[in-house]
């Protein structure tokens, strides 16, 4: 339909799309700012400008698709980058953004600085936040921009500034970040997409789907290598399970993307996870299948979870040029099966 043949069935586009600002008030998440988007078509998702514009819940013709931790949303304030305080305010949900000085493991480099496990960038509120719906064309578009920082003195000096996009009537959503360097001097960055799946879209009736890989799958821990057999089958939780992680390197697609897909043919939903394989080399699978942590983690990123000081020796950390930038760009999409 075109904008004028919408616009004598809807008077006020928020009947059908849109994004609407809200503000969460009670308990650790209280003040967090959040940005409710619905794009008309059955996709609906929430996100968080006070915490790198990231993804919290998602949900898809009324089927939730996100995992969200037992901690529940927790605000920056009561976010600890200290040892061991990581899972205790770990909000997850759709999306969380590791980053940008370290991913993977808490360490300390080798002038020893400590980096929290999985960085602060997750935990990092806006700088800057916007969010619309205007028409372009026959379009009508749905945005968010946010810009976060992440810096030190005598250190980095690093932004991080992400849009995200949908569309009425649209079954995806569009993530385009740009990390800059604003800093006289080189600095080498790390960068984690943490895409959390969780029940009902996860379970046993769900189909994981990803391209050839280019070398063998790797497991992280000695205890992962006897889930190597079964790493895309998702079995019901059990008490105390233990985590596997392994470490993928699938090939591009002829458009040049990595496309992982996800399929419950129970629910009728299938999923789509495309990046450029290039800019993201490594994509780690994060499989939970603990009572109470039931998830799947699909997570492309610049390198793997050991921690800044060991991928700094290997030579695995992204350098970026004084006053430079990169930029990704990242698709997840949605269609019934």
């Known amino acids: 339909m075109t904008r004028r043949e919408i616009l004598k069935f809807v008077g006020n586009m928020e009947q059908v799309a849109g994004i609407t600002e809200k503000t969460f008030a009670r308990g650790k998440a209280k003040g967090i700012a959040s940005y409710e988007v619905k794009t008309g078509s059955g996709l609906e998702y929430t996100l968080l400008p006070d915490k790198c514009l990231d993804i919290y819940e998602l949900r898809y013709k009324g089927s939730n698709i996100s995992f969200l931790a037992k901690n529940g ?44 496990l999985h960085g602060r960038i997750g935990m990092t509120p806006a700088e800057q936040s916007s969010a619309r719906a205007f028409w372009e064309g026959d379009s009508y578009k749905i945005e968010a921009s946010a810009v976060m920082r992440e810096s030190m003195m005598g250190q980095e000096n690093l932004s991080l500034e992400r849009t995200i996009t949908s569309s009425f009537g649209s079954k995806e959503l569009v993530i385009e970040d740009r990390v800059t360097n604003n800093e006289a001097s080189p600095v080498r960055y790390m960068l984690l997409y943490h895409f959390n799946f969780g029940f009902p879209f996860i379970g046993e009736d769900t189909r994981l789907i990803f391209p050839r890989e280019k070398s063998a799958i790797v497991a992280r821990t000695e205890g992962a290598k006897k889930g190597l057999a079964t790493w895309s089958k998702l079995e019901n939780p059990l008490d105390e399970n233990p985590e596997e992680v392994f470490f993928h390197s699938p090939e591009e697609g002829d ?48 390198a793997t979870l050991r921690g800044r000081a060991l991928e700094e020796e290997s030579g695995n950390l992204t350098a970026l040029e004084p006053f430079s930038s990169q930029t990704r760009r990242l698709r997840l999409s949605f269609y019934d099966i």
């Open 255 to 302: 458009d040049g993307l990595v496309t992982i897909k996800l399929e419950n043919a129970k629910l009728g939903i299938g999923v789509a996870l495309s990046y450029d394989g290039a800019t993201l080399p490594v994509l780690t699978q994060w499989k939970s299948l603990r009572s109470g942590e039931y998830a799947l983690g699909i997570e492309p990123g610049t």
């Open 73 to 116: 949303l927790v605000a920056s304030a009561y976010g600890y980058p200290l040892e061991n305080e990581f899972d205790a305010y770990w909000t997850a949900g759709m999306l969380c953004t590791c980053g940008l000085m370290n991913i993977g493991t808490d360490c300390r480099d080798k002038g020893g600085r400590y980096h929290p």
